[in-house]
């Protein structure tokens, strides 16, 4: 195997493969990406058994071939070399040369046989889907996946086909949910969702930021989900159990609802967060007449308040939030002004854009 590269397509293909390989594991070759050297360019493929990418580039390819190489060690190399393009040649007991300029290096590979084989999904029906979309879509549910891996239905995205050509995505980690549900026109031929893994979908999340409004395609086969874009395949195992029956959760209407400016609302929490106790960051959120009070107390280190003007006449209330749950979903948020619905002091707070469900959040209240 032989073949000369630019540089920056190397560093591409090695740079998409860094949030997959394994470097922890059993199973070295894991830490590994396989690089096949055709006719027609140059395929680079990283798989830990559950995501696999293969990154197609163009290339001058002396001599055809494969063998496998660290995908931290040639990525670090990569970045550092001093020239615009790099060849790669494949030497006796799959030793590798890698030259750029003045710079030279010989690194020890594994043979390409060794290397995992990915799982072939000719079965999933492939969808045109907006990449802007699905993006917004991820990064409005990504942060309310749950980490705790004792209850692995929660650690991922549930994707679940809606009537009129729609798509909603919901994730939940018990404490809070976050939905939303946009227009992704097409046949996914689903009976009902599926749960996306929080690493594929995160991995899938890098991949649309390259490129938002590229052309893409999304599919899905028994237990698997494959993503396509030129010069790109990613495939990836999907969560196999029943997603709880999140709707629910989610209140018709809170019983008080006010319209808060988001900026002012996040900046106010963020302030006060920062005289919580502990980790919980646990502020009270009050409601008075046209106020708005986010307070925080600390035995240790004092107290916080803050006070924001709302139309507000109701009966005044006050419910203990963690902060960072809100401000995650504001951070999302596009719209400049915020419905805040609020029912008791043990009744979830719900966070929408004005008269527009479509992006819903759940955040349980907690005792402060």
């Excluded at 390409?112 to 029906?125: D, F, I, Q, T, V």
């Excluded at 925080?296 to 009966?315: F, Q, V």
């Amino acid at each position: 195997m032989e073949f000369r590269i630019a540089a920056d397509e190397l560093k591409k293909a090695l740079y998409r493969a860094q949030g997959i390989v394994e470097r922890k594991t059993t199973m070295p070759i894991l830490a590994n990406v396989l690089v096949t050297a055709h006719k027609s360019g140059v395929t680079v493929t990283a798989f830990d058994l559950e995501i696999g990418i293969v990154s197609e580039h163009p290339a001058e390819v002396v001599k055809p071939g494969a063998v496998t190489l660290s995908a931290k060690y040639v990525f670090d190399i990569v970045q550092n070399l001093p020239d615009a393009h790099v060849t790669l040649k494949k030497l006796a007991n799959n030793y590798v040369e890698i030259s750029s300029g003045s710079a030279h290096f010989k690194i020890v590979g594994t043979a390409p046989e060794e290397y995992p084989k990915l799982p072939r999904e000719e079965s999933a029906p492939l969808v045109q889907v907006m990449g802007n979309t699905l993006l917004e879509m991820i990064k409005k549910t990504q942060f309310a996946i749950s980490t705790d891996e004792t209850r692995y239905i929660l650690n991922g995205v549930f994707f679940e086909p809606q009537a009129g050509g729609k798509v909603r995505m919901v994730a939940t980690d018990g404490h809070r949910l976050s939905l939303i549900e946009r227009e992704l026109q097409g046949d996914f031929k689903l009976k009902g969702g599926v749960i996306i893994p929080r690493k594929g979908l995160l991995e899938l999340k890098r991949l649309l930021d390259e490129a938002p409004d590229a052309e893409c395609h999304l599919g899905f086969a028994e237990n698997s989900a494959l993503f396509k874009k030129t010069g790109l395949t990613m495939v990836m195992r999907l969560i196999d159990g029943q997603f709880p029956e999140y709707q629910r959760v989610i209140p018709k209407e809170g019983e008080k609802s006010v319209l808060v400016p988001k900026t002012r609302l996040l900046e106010g929490l963020k302030r006060i967060a920062l005289l919580s106790a502990d980790k919980s960051y646990a502020v009270r959120v009050g409601l008075a007449e046209n106020q708005l009070l986010i307070t925080a107390n600390n035995p240790d280190l004092g107290e916080a308040k803050d006070a924001l003007e709302i139309a507000y006449r109701g009966t005044p209330i006050t419910i203990g939030f963690n902060a960072r749950y809100l401000i995650d979903v504001l951070s999302v948020t596009d719209t400049d002004e915020v419905a805040f619905e609020l029912g008791d002091e043990h009744s979830p707070g719900v966070l929408h854009a004005p008269g527009d469900r479509s992006f819903t959040a759940v955040v349980m209240p907690m005792r402060v």
